[in-house]
């Protein structure tokens, strides 16, 4: 029997096989609360109420969240609630010599990008990289993916006048945009099968999102991690017979024709590809994704995608 790096000899008997079983559930079971009982470091508490911002503290990352509740966005007729991938966030983490590195990744309209990058950049933070994410939206949405050191205090100043500009003027919605709604639910269940990671559900939409844990990426000494951006994931909304799907896929080099070959085979298509960070090693390659169809039929295709990256690496599955 195979415990997770614990075996047991046949031989040891039913009774033992019993208790290693309930052993290794009760680690498992304890290992969500293990991670979640981790304190706000003081200063940390300080960005959140600086910012006015609702964030978590989690692997030693501050996550702040900045969700454009105020938008109402529709992709390709179809209306698309703001976990669907319109939760911009901001996340700081301890680096060597008492700074702090901070990434982030700014949801904008169109009339936003230029006056948030100018506070930005006047303010001594990097814009790092300025894309779409999806085709066919309406109002047209950018994200801005922000990098910057220093101390909390210090970020927290910085990043401040940008966050101030974002919502300040939402476009007004017409009814000729409105979209289609979606009704019905999404086997979450099915779909954590066959990607093969479980995922989260807020509102309506089912998020599944991975780490790359075998790219060993530091910055200033900090480890950057799925919660400061180095990550996969897709995001679902709709019925199991009319769902949506999208997403982002973190890439090595070698793995983007993979990647893109595994997708378009599948009926999906690619938006975007691009970098998030400068002057990372090794280089990073992000892909975004859109797709239509039965969920189940999503899943597949992402999962085909997901079977390129990590080949050769001893954390790949």
């Known amino acids: 029997m195979d415990t997770g790096g614990y075996r047991v000899a046949p031989s040891s008997g039913i009774k033992k096989e019993i208790l290693m079983r309930y052993w290794f559930l009760g680690l498992l079971m304890c290992a969500p609360a293990i991670a979640a009982a981790q304190t706000v470091p003081a200063d940390y ?24 509740n105020d938008l109402k966005v529709v992709v390709d007729g179809v209306a698309t609630p703001t976990p669907f991938g319109f939760g911009g966030w901001i996340a700081l983490t301890k680096g060597t010599g008492g700074m702090d590195v901070m990434m982030g990744d700014l949801v904008l309209t169109d009339d936003e990008v230029n006056p948030v990058m100018s506070a930005l950049l006047t303010n001594g933070l990097d814009v790092t990289a300025l894309h779409n994410h999806f085709f066919f939206d309406t109002p047209r949405i ?31 919605a017409s009814a000729s945009s409105a979209g289609r709604a979606i009704t019905g639910t999404l ?77 378009r085979s599948s009926g999906i298509d690619v938006v975007a590809m691009h970098h998030h960070m400068t002057d990372t090693q090794p280089a990073i390659y992000f892909l975004h994704y859109w797709g239509t169809g039965p969920s189940e039929k999503l899943a597949g295709a992402f999962k085909s995608a997901l079977g390129e990256l990590g080949k050769g690496s001893a954390s790949s599955r």
């Open 187 to 263: 086997d979450s269940a099915a779909l954590a099968k066959i990607v093969g990671y479980d995922g989260e559900q807020n509102g309506a939409v089912y998020k599944i999102t991975i780490g790359r844990p075998d790219i060993p990426l530091k910055e200033m000494g900090a480890s950057i991690n799925a919660r400061m951006g180095l990550n996969t994931w897709a995001a679902f909304y709709g019925s199991d017979a009319d769902a949506v799907i999208a997403g982002d896929i973190a890439m090595l080099d070698r793995e983007v024709t993979p990647v893109l070959k595994a997708l």
């Open 142 to 172: 950018y994200y801005m993916h922000v990098h910057g050191h220093g101390t909390a205090a210090d970020l927290t100043a910085k990043v401040k006048p940008a966050l101030a500009l974002i919502g300040a003027h939402p476009p007004v």
């Open 45 to 68: 508490q300080s960005v959140l109420s600086a910012l006015g911002k609702q964030g978590d503290y989690k692997d030693n990352v501050l996550k702040v969240n900045i969700p454009r």
